[in-house]
């Protein structure tokens, strides 16, 4: 009669071991199934612009007023209008989009205090993961326009300043709405980056400060009335490794 071969023991830490790594491998499938999915929904919306400002902005606010006029202009001008999807100025956006002939879109996180998904979206994503939502903002964005905000609003525009800026990403227009509240900071990365030599003075030319909303819209359109809309072969391949 044969032995009957052991299994080899296995203690309770090697175990757990074992199950965060299987939980880590189907991590990776849920970020893939997010970005497939996304990329799905969004293929089609281009032209588009994405509107950013804080999610804290009441709807009585002057700034609120402002980003539903721009959204609504843009929309009307046959620009899709992508925000955040929440409250605030994501949700001015979205209003004014809504209200347009485009498509308003809302690229949707839950957040523990102030992000819940507002009514003004003809499409409406939920992302689990911000950096897989900054990817989206930027990936199908024809140009970038920015109200004030918080700390979110400052981590996507220095992200899709230093994405172009490092040529990770095609040039867009980055426009920043209500001149007095972002004069301080250009002031400073003018005085500080550029005077230090921690960045050049053409990459302060990538960002416009312009307060109308009609100014805003043929800005975009300047930016591309020689070359159209319609990505090149090669700022596809940039875009495809964002």
Same mark, same amino acid.
């Given at each position: ?18 199950? =965060?790594?299987?939980?880590? &491998? ?12 996304? *990329? ?21 606010? #002057? ?5 539903? @006029? ?16 929440? #409250? ?13 002939? &485009?498509?308003? /879109? ?13 009514? $003004?979206?003809?499409?409406? /994503?939920? $992302? %689990?993961? +911000? +950096? ?8 199908? =964005?024809?140009?970038?326009? !920015?109200? #004030?905000?918080? +700390? ?12 172009? %800026? *490092? ?11 209500? &001149?007095? $509240? ?11 980056? !550029?005077?230090?030599?921690?960045? @050049? ?5 990538? /960002?416009?400060? /312009? @307060?109308? #909303? ?6 975009? +359109?300047?930016?591309?009335? &020689?070359?159209? $809309? ?13």
């Amino acid at each position: 009669m044969s032995a009957v071969k052991k299994l080899p023991k296995i203690t309770s830490s090697e175990l757990l071991n074992q199950n =965060a790594g299987a939980q880590e &491998s189907w991590h990776a499938f849920e970020i893939m199934a997010e970005f497939v999915g996304a *990329t799905e929904s969004l293929k089609q919306i281009t032209p588009a612009v994405s509107i950013f400002g804080s999610a804290r902005t009441k709807p009585d606010h #002057p700034y609120y007023k402002m980003a539903e @006029d721009i959204a609504c202009k843009l929309s009307d001008a046959g620009f899709s209008v992508i925000s955040g999807g929440g #409250p605030g100025i994501m949700e001015a956006a979205n209003k004014g989009g809504y209200a347009g002939i &485009s498509p308003s /879109i809302g690229l949707n996180i839950m957040l523990p205090h102030e992000q819940t998904s507002n009514d $003004f979206q003809d499409i409406s /994503i939920n $992302f %689990q993961h +911000f +950096f897989m939502r900054k990817v989206m903002f930027v990936k199908y =964005a024809s140009a970038y326009v !920015v109200l #004030p905000g918080g +700390f979110g609003t400052l981590d996507e525009l220095m992200e899709v300043i230093t994405l172009i %800026q *490092t040529g990770k990403s095609r040039k867009i227009p980055i426009i920043l709405v209500y &001149s007095d $509240f972002w004069r301080g900071l250009m002031d400073w990365l003018q005085g500080r980056l !550029v005077g230090e030599g921690m960045a @050049d003075a053409e990459d302060m030319k990538l /960002i416009q400060l /312009i @307060d109308d #909303p009609k100014a805003i819209v043929d800005a975009i +359109f300047k930016h591309y009335e &020689s070359r159209g $809309f319609e990505l090149s072969q090669a700022e596809r391949n940039v875009q495809l490794y964002l």
